[in-house]
């Protein structure tokens, strides 16, 4: 079980250098892990998840009377141990993309080319995560979709096939996620100055060792929070539509 007190007090000061994929990650429980860098003034906060101990969460803020929340809200609710921002969203709040969560369909499939979903499929009892193009997820056979149990659809992606991808050239806080192998996620906070996209891009696929990347949505919706005490976290300046939340597994 996650220790919510386990180290958070050492994580929350600490900074450290751009390290390799593997190397300066505090242990926060049984398959949870950070790691702050510096860049430049900008600060990445990352959170290392395996998902053989964890499962996704898609929280939907929509409830009566409210269409976006605060992301510790959506995190509280879900009674999950960490949280990041997720999809875009409207000028009325409405989410935009994929969202599936326990294998329901909350939100569905923008017919977006260049976004893609980041998918946990339980098979066998087994779960595994991927980023697929829109297209790509589409062309799955039944079988395979019926497998889904959780589903965000965002874009661009970062990192494909280990490759870092050619992006608009843009500057903002980002946050994104990234698959090292299909157990294995890794949340992106960036706050501090603003990070070019192809910068961000390069080091996924290089210093952090992703496979696949995906930007979520990114600027004043960057969030990210972590329980403990005191939490980690990455305030955001507004409130989301919806949040990708660690739960543990029972």
């Not at 949280?83 to 709040?93: P, R």
């Not at 589409?138 to 395979?144: D, F, H, N, S």
């Not at 603003?194 to 979520?216: I, K, R």
Request: with cysteine.
């Amino acid at each position: 079980m996650f220790d919510r007190a386990c180290v958070l007090g050492l994580c929350s000061v600490l900074v450290c250098p751009a390290a390799g994929a593997d190397e300066g990650w505090t242990r926060l429980g049984s398959g949870l892990e950070h790691r702050r860098e510096a860049h430049g003034w900008s600060t990445y906060e990352l959170v290392r998840v395996d998902l053989r101990r964890f499962r996704l969460v898609a929280a939907d803020a929509r409830r009566e009377g409210r269409a976006r929340a605060s992301l510790p809200a959506l995190l509280a609710e879900a009674g999950g141990v960490a949280a990041i921002n997720g999809t875009f969203f409207d000028a009325d709040d409405r989410p935009l993309g994929l969202l599936v969560s326990d294998g329901r369909q909350l939100n569905p499939l923008k017919r977006i080319s260049w976004w893609a979903v980041l998918g946990v499929y339980e098979e066998g009892g087994t779960r595994r995560a991927d980023v697929q193009l829109t297209a790509d997820f589409l062309a799955q056979p039944p079988e395979r979709r019926a497998a889904l149990r959780f589903g965000l659809q965002v874009g661009p992606r970062t990192v494909a096939d280990g490759a870092p991808l050619k992006l608009k050239v843009q500057t903002a806080d980002r946050s994104a996620v990234c698959l090292r192998g299909p157990e294995e996620l890794v949340l992106v906070a960036t706050h501090g100055a603003g990070v070019e996209s192809n910068a961000l891009a390069a080091w996924m696929a290089g210093p952090l060792g992703c496979s696949a990347g995906l930007m979520l949505d990114g600027g004043p919706s960057t969030a990210l929070r972590v329980s403990g005490e005191p939490p980690i976290d990455v305030a955001g300046g507004a409130d989301v539509a919806n949040a990708l939340v660690v739960v543990p597994l029972r």
